[in-house]
T-cell receptor, first 113, second 116 residues
Framework: KQEVTQIPAALSVPEGENLVLNCSFT??????LQWFRQDPGKGLTSLLL?????REQTSGRLNASLDKSSGRSTLYIAASQPGDSATYLC????????????FGGGTRVLVKP | ETGVTQTPRHLVMGMTNKKSLKCEQH?????MYWYKQSAKKPLELMFV???????ENNSVPSRFSPECPNSSHLFLHLHTLQPEDSALYLC???????????????FGPGTRLLVL
């Protein structure tokens, strides 16, 4: 059974610092991995999708890497801003279950002005 | 806005009530999903519909009953719920059906449910 873990569960940094969020998964037979952002009480917004054949994806200040063999992904957010405060979720789409996403517990980020 | 809307946004109900959650997607997708997000637990997939047929039911209690009348609408009918069913219920949709594994899922804002 695929398990997805995100460490740390919560993170607080001063504005301007770079953020590093970690995601690990137990079954490397994945189609892709996706990072989402969730604001309090709201739905999820997709940030980056990395296919299993890719090593990284970039969008603006966001960069996500994928090391399938070691079961790890890292989301980097450069020069953090207070507006980056949210919960960040990673999810893997596993080969054994079609389009089913398995989610990690999330990392709650607070960027202090 | 992701193109996926959910109503109501907040719902308070007693254990003997019957209510329904509604989801609508305006993206032309043909797969829709219900997820449950409880406090301190990862997001859990509940049901998957592809081309209006239910293709997955993740051992969800029968007090939750999904309905997909067409590819744009998805309902979750609730009856005799328990306090532990209080959670954020999220709807999502994707293109390419359940087999479209390269496609991202687009999420609605969720319905915050409180069962008293």
């Amino acid at each position: 059974k695929q398990e997805v873990t995100q460490i740390p569960a919560a993170l607080s940094v001063p504005e301007g610092e770079n953020l590093v969020l970690n995601c690990s998964f137990t079954d490397s037979a994945i189609y892709n991995l996706q990072w989402f952002r969730q604001d309090p009480g709201k739905g999820l917004t997709s940030l980056l999708l990395i296919q299993s054949s890719q090593r990284e994806q970039t969008s603006g200040r966001l960069n996500a890497s994928l090391d399938k063999s070691s079961g790890r992904s890292t989301l980097y957010i450069a020069a953090s801003q207070p507006g980056d405060s949210a919960t960040y979720l990673c999810a893997v789409r596993i080969k054994a279950a079609g389009n089913k996403l398995t989610f990690g517990g999330g990392t709650r980020v607070l960027v202090k002005p | 806005e992701t193109g996926v809307t959910q109503t109501p946004r907040h719902l308070v109900m007693g254990m003997t009530n019957k209510k329904s959650l509604k989801c609508e997607q305006h993206l032309g997708h043909n797969a829709m999903y219900w997820y449950k997000q409880s406090a301190k637990k990862p997001l859990e997939l509940m049901f998957v519909y592809s081309l209006e047929e239910r293709v997955e039911n993740n051992s969800v209690p029968s007090r939750f009953s999904p309905e997909c009348p067409n590819s744009s609408h998805l309902f979750l009918h609730l009856h005799t719920l328990q306090p532990e069913d209080s959670a954020l219920y999220l709807c999502a949709s994707s293109q390419g059906g359940v087999g479209g594994v390269r496609e991202t899922q687009y999420f609605g804002p969720g319905t915050r449910l409180l069962v008293l």
